[in-house]
């Protein structure tokens, strides 16, 4: 039954594997093979808590494999109990010295406890052991970052790309660093893979951690340009949903727009919205006409350079008199640029501009204070706009 199990597995057939390997476990409880196997299953499945539990059970019966260290660490670290992953990854280690995996998967942890020179050691140990591997590098350009050695990152983000690395994702790095050009936004793969990842501890690590308070910000100032109620909202990039308790006093419909799954499943715990879709909040709102009074984004625009595209969909989402409300990182310079947090920043003329390409009044752009980066103030700006006329063409097609 072993081997069919594996032979299933080899054929995606997960179902399949799973059933054969729980029928193993009923005639032998302590089969190691199935143990381990059926734990990491449910990793890849993302039930951190069950792939533990059957891998430490495994390893009870035999703690000889580094494999099953190796396994464990990947779920105590989908988990987030970093010091006994880190501890399962050196195990492993121990036990097979040239497990550059574990070398690897050992340095992401102290990355994720901001460990980050003892995080470069460990990417460098396990390049030493495989070289030709494009994730240890991009990894290790991302911790590179961290300790500000820059020239040190864009070598590793090039050496990522030249061992296939993905392209996307490697040149929003790259320039972000200045070392190659601008996107006009960030990959969609970049955002879709942070925020999955994050869901579980966004809220606490950006409001308790990072002193985030835009949202409240920016509904208050929303508040103060309208007092209408029944109104249908649509909170673009909504995230986990810390908008929609703020908007649904006034809210007769309240819409969420998300790339990040993850990130849609704990919004709707919250049970504030009416609706919550997947997509990509540019292609939405090129779905709607005039079917909103409120369209609201706060630390949307941090991922997306070019605001030209966002303007001309509110435009046309909202209905007349209705306002479109966001907050943005400040630039000082370019209309937007990139900067080496891999964050957007948009400058308040480029706004403006917009503003009157596409039918809106401006009613606010005020500074505001976005969030801590380490010791650092991020600033920012709100902006409160008001619909008043359809965008007209020409003025649109050169803002």
Not at 60 to 69: D, L, Q
Not at 110 to 137: C, F, G, K, N, Q
């Amino acid at each position: 039954m072993l081997r069919q199990a594996i032979a299933l597995r080899r054929q995606n057939d997960l179902a399949g594997t799973e059933t054969l390997l729980r029928e193993v476990l009923s005639a032998d409880a302590n089969n190691y093979d199935a143990l381990h196997l059926l734990g990491v299953l449910e990793f890849e499945n993302g039930r951190g808590e069950t792939s533990a539990s059957l891998i430490a059970a495994a390893i009870r019966v035999n703690s000889s494999e580094a494999a099953a260290h190796y396994n464990l660490g990947n779920a105590l670290r989908l988990l987030e109990r970093h010091a006994e992953a880190i501890a399962s990854y050196e195990r492993a280690i121990a036990l097979k010295s040239n497990h550059w995996r574990a070398h690897n998967n050992r340095a992401n942890c102290l990355a994720d406890l901001h460990r980050h020179a003892e995080a470069v050691a460990s990417y460098d140990r396990a390049i030493a052991i495989e070289p030709a591997w494009a994730d240890t590098w991009h990894n290790r350009g991302k911790a590179l970052v961290e300790l500000k050695r820059f020239e040190e990152a864009i070598e590793s983000f090039r050496r990522a790309l030249a061992n296939g690395g993905d392209t996307g994702r490697l040149e929003f790095e790259l320039a972000a660093l200045h070392a190659a050009p601008a996107p006009v936004a960030a990959p969609e793969g970049f955002i879709t893979s942070l925020f999955d990842r994050y869901a579980d501890t966004f809220d606490k690590h950006l409001v308790e951690q990072l002193g985030y308070r835009t949202p409240g910000a920016t509904v208050d100032a929303v508040r103060r340009m309208t007092t209408a109620t029944e109104l249908d909202v649509l909170d673009l990039g909504c995230g986990t949903g810390l908008c929609g308790p703020l908007l649904k006093p006034f809210a007769r419909t309240l819409v969420g727009v998300d790339l990040s799954k993850k990130m849609l499943d704990k919004a709707r715990q919250l049970g504030t919205y009416d609706e919550l879709v997947n997509t990509n909040v540019t292609t939405f709102l090129l779905t709607k006409v005039s079917a909103f009074d409120l369209v609201i984004a706060t630390d949307l625009f941090i991922y997306i350079g070019d605001l030209t595209s966002i303007f001309a969909g509110a435009a046309r989402a909202l209905r007349v008199g209705g306002h479109f409300a966001f907050s943005v990182e400040h630039s000082n310079s370019a209309d937007f640029v990139l900067q080496a947090s891999r964050r957007y920043a948009q400058s308040e003329p480029y706004l403006r501009r917009l503003a009157d390409a596409y039918g809106f009044a401006v009613k606010i752009i005020e500074p505001c204070f976005i969030r801590k980066d380490g010791d650092a103030d991020i600033s920012g700006m709100i902006a409160v706009m008001q619909r008043l006329q359809a965008p007209d063409s020409d003025t649109a097609a050169h803002a």
